[in-house]
């Protein structure tokens, strides 16, 4: 499974930014955003179940996040509003075979990143 994220760039603080991740295959039945700040570990932002109808958010994104999947189109989207400071990092997409877990060692696939820079 491969899977390229997109959509990440500079957005000022209170703004939106939209992140794309697209698959190769549905081989994955969950699909979850990831981020790394700088000098931190990586932390789970969002995750979704392709076929719909299950979500998980971290506390410091809910309600200002939404995650949506296309299984048609195999593609997992990332609306981002009313952006912080603190949510400048690069963001992963990741794919589990097993479970929708916060948990990055659930996660067998992984994409390269894509930077978000929150600026004030």
């Known amino acids: 499974v491969q899977l390229q994220a997109s959509g990440g760039g500079l957005a000022q603080a209170g703004g939106s930014l939209r992140l794309s991740c697209a698959a190769s295959?549905?081989?994955?039945?969950?699909m979850a955003w990831f981020r790394q700040a700088p000098g931190k570990e990586r932390e789970f932002v969002a995750g979704?179940?392709?076929?719909?109808?299950?979500?998980m958010y971290a506390d410091s994104v809910r309600g200002r996040f939404t995650i949506s999947s296309d299984s048609a189109k195999k593609m997992v989207d990332l609306q981002m509003n009313s952006l912080k400071l603190e949510d400048t990092a690069v963001y992963y997409c990741?794919?589990?075979?097993?479970?929708?877990?916060?948990?990055?060692?659930?996660?067998?696939?992984w994409g390269q990143g894509t930077l978000v820079t929150v600026s004030s």
């Open positions: 990741a794919g589990a075979r097993s479970s929708l877990s916060n948990r990055a060692r659930a996660y067998d696939y």
């Open positions: 295959t549905l081989n994955t039945f969950y």
């Open positions: 979704i179940r392709w076929s719909g109808g299950s979500t």
